[in-house]
T-cell receptor, first 116, second 117 residues
């Protein structure tokens, strides 16, 4: 199957700093990528949808100025957590779809962010 | 609004037992897709199956089988002869139409499956 690579797999940062997470589709082009957030022992909640060459679409309640998403190419989307705080500590996971429509979504390995 | 309910928070079984994970969904769309994903302790999501709303045939893949019933809006997942390696969190998800050109997934809350020796 298609491979989605997420980097880094884990990161620890200090409060107030920014962290960038990368999501790459390694063997296919993804016009749309999705960013999810998962708190411990909870479900995945969609944060935003990233479209190549255009602005991301954020879900209700997600601060777009805090969670900056850039989808500069068909194989790369980035999520930057700006001015991170301890409450931003979570598991962030991206997914990419092959083509349009209800196709299978391939997920990255996830990034565990800890803000201290 | 889309909703996926996995009422079983945690299930513990002994190896070789069969186990069924329940999934009930709500949607107003006539066309939709249902998914099951496995999330082992390492965190990555492993795709297990995708089923479209027009195909109610049950599917079997090795020790895994899925029962899709539109009449009850359920898409249950059965593992036969469970093994310790099956221990993970299993998520059921519903794909809804999205004007952005793709389709976002609505996930259930997951079922933690523990298979013990």
């Amino acid at each position: 199957g298609a491979v989605v690579s997420q980097h880094p797999s884990w990161v620890i940062c200090k409060s107030g700093t920014s962290v960038k997470i990368e999501c790459r589709s390694l063997d296919f082009q993804a016009t749309t990528m999705f960013w999810y957030r998962q708190f411990p022992k909870q479900s995945l909640m969609l944060m935003a949808t990233s479209n190549e060459g255009s602005k991301a679409t954020y879900e209700q309640g997600v601060e777009k100025d805090k969670f900056l998403i850039n989808h500069a190419s068909l194989t790369l989307s980035t999520l930057t957590v700006t001015s991170a705080h301890p409450e931003d500590s979570s598991f962030y996971i991206c997914s990419a779809r092959l083509g349009q429509g209800n196709t299978e979504a391939f997920f990255g390995q996830g990034t565990r962010l800890t803000v201290v | 609004a889309q909703k996926v309910t996995q009422a079983q928070t945690e299930i513990s079984v002994v190896e070789k037992e069969d186990v069924t994970l329940d999934c009930v969904y709500e949607t107003r769309d006539t066309t939709y897709y249902l998914f099951w994903y496995k999330q082992p302790p390492s965190g990555e999501l492993v795709f297990l199956i995708r089923r479209n709303s027009f195909d109610e045939q049950n599917e079997i893949s090795g020790r895994y089988s899925w029962n899709f019933q539109k009449s009850t809006s359920s898409f249950n997942f059965t593992i036969t002869a469970s093994q310790v390696v099956d221990s993970a969190v299993y998520f059921c998800a519903l794909s809804e139409p999205y004007t952005g050109g793709g389709n976002k997934l609505t996930f259930g809350t997951g079922t933690q499956l523990k298979v013990e020796l």
